[in-house]
Protein backbone atom coordinates (compact mmCIF):
# COMPACT_ATOMS: atom_id res chain seq x y z
CA UNK A 1 0.00 0.00 0.00
CA UNK A 2 0.92 3.80 -0.51
CA UNK A 3 0.99 6.39 2.08
CA UNK A 4 -2.36 8.59 1.03
CA UNK A 5 -1.63 11.87 -0.91
CA UNK A 6 -1.13 14.87 1.62
CA UNK A 7 -3.32 16.39 -0.11
CA UNK A 8 -6.34 14.49 -0.17
CA UNK A 9 -7.93 15.33 3.21
CA UNK A 10 -11.30 16.22 2.77
CA UNK A 11 -11.10 14.33 -0.43
CA UNK A 12 -14.64 12.50 -1.26
CA UNK A 13 -13.00 8.90 -2.18
CA UNK A 14 -11.30 9.09 1.60
CA UNK A 15 -14.95 9.72 2.52
CA UNK A 16 -16.38 6.86 0.38
CA UNK A 17 -13.79 4.33 1.36
CA UNK A 18 -14.60 5.33 4.82
CA UNK A 19 -18.31 3.93 4.14
CA UNK A 20 -17.71 0.82 2.00
CA UNK A 21 -15.74 -0.45 5.49
CA UNK A 22 -18.32 0.63 7.67
CA UNK A 23 -20.92 -1.31 5.09
CA UNK A 24 -18.45 -4.18 5.69
CA UNK A 25 -18.21 -3.70 9.36
CA UNK A 26 -22.36 -4.30 9.12
CA UNK A 27 -21.99 -7.17 6.77
CA UNK A 28 -19.32 -9.41 5.80
CA UNK A 29 -18.55 -9.72 2.18
CA UNK A 30 -20.30 -6.13 1.34
CA UNK A 31 -17.38 -4.95 -0.79
CA UNK A 32 -16.77 -7.80 -2.94
CA UNK A 33 -20.66 -8.81 -3.48
CA UNK A 34 -20.37 -4.43 -4.69
CA UNK A 35 -17.51 -5.07 -6.87
CA UNK A 36 -18.75 -8.35 -8.09
CA UNK A 37 -22.04 -6.10 -9.22
CA UNK A 38 -19.93 -3.59 -10.74
CA UNK A 39 -18.30 -5.98 -12.73
CA UNK A 40 -21.58 -8.03 -14.05
CA UNK A 41 -23.07 -4.60 -15.27
CA UNK A 42 -19.93 -3.39 -16.75
CA UNK A 43 -20.19 -6.64 -18.60
CA UNK A 44 -23.97 -6.49 -19.17
CA UNK A 45 -22.87 -3.02 -20.89
CA UNK A 46 -24.62 -0.96 -18.43
CA UNK A 47 -22.13 1.67 -18.27
CA UNK A 48 -20.97 3.56 -21.92
CA UNK A 49 -17.35 2.95 -23.37
CA UNK A 50 -15.61 5.80 -24.12
CA UNK A 51 -14.67 5.89 -27.85
CA UNK A 52 -10.85 6.11 -27.44
CA UNK A 53 -8.36 3.85 -28.36
CA UNK A 54 -9.12 0.47 -25.95
CA UNK A 55 -5.67 -0.36 -25.71
CA UNK A 56 -4.29 0.12 -21.79
CA UNK A 57 -2.71 3.24 -20.09
CA UNK A 58 0.57 2.43 -18.38
CA UNK A 59 0.15 3.49 -14.62
CA UNK A 60 2.95 5.15 -13.76
CA UNK A 61 3.43 6.71 -10.39
CA UNK A 62 3.45 10.94 -8.59
CA UNK A 63 7.10 11.26 -8.08
CA UNK A 64 5.69 13.95 -5.17
CA UNK A 65 3.38 12.17 -3.47
CA UNK A 66 3.50 8.69 -5.25
CA UNK A 67 -0.13 8.42 -6.35
CA UNK A 68 -1.07 6.92 -9.67
CA UNK A 69 -0.68 8.67 -13.04
CA UNK A 70 -0.32 8.52 -16.43
CA UNK A 71 2.36 11.21 -16.59
CA UNK A 72 6.39 10.80 -16.50
CA UNK A 73 6.52 12.92 -13.98
CA UNK A 74 4.00 14.91 -11.27
CA UNK A 75 0.05 13.98 -11.35
CA UNK A 76 -1.70 16.71 -12.52
CA UNK A 77 -3.19 17.92 -8.84
CA UNK A 78 0.88 17.87 -7.73
CA UNK A 79 1.51 19.84 -10.97
CA UNK A 80 -1.40 22.34 -10.19
CA UNK A 81 -0.38 22.89 -6.41
CA UNK A 82 3.29 23.27 -7.47
CA UNK A 83 2.23 26.07 -9.50
CA UNK A 84 1.28 28.47 -7.26
Request: some cysteine; overall charge positive.
Amino acid sequence: MYAECPYSKGSKQLRNKLYLNMLEDEQTGFKSQFYLGYLRALEAGVFPQPQESAEKLEQKRCKNCGQPTQSDGLCTFCRLVGSK
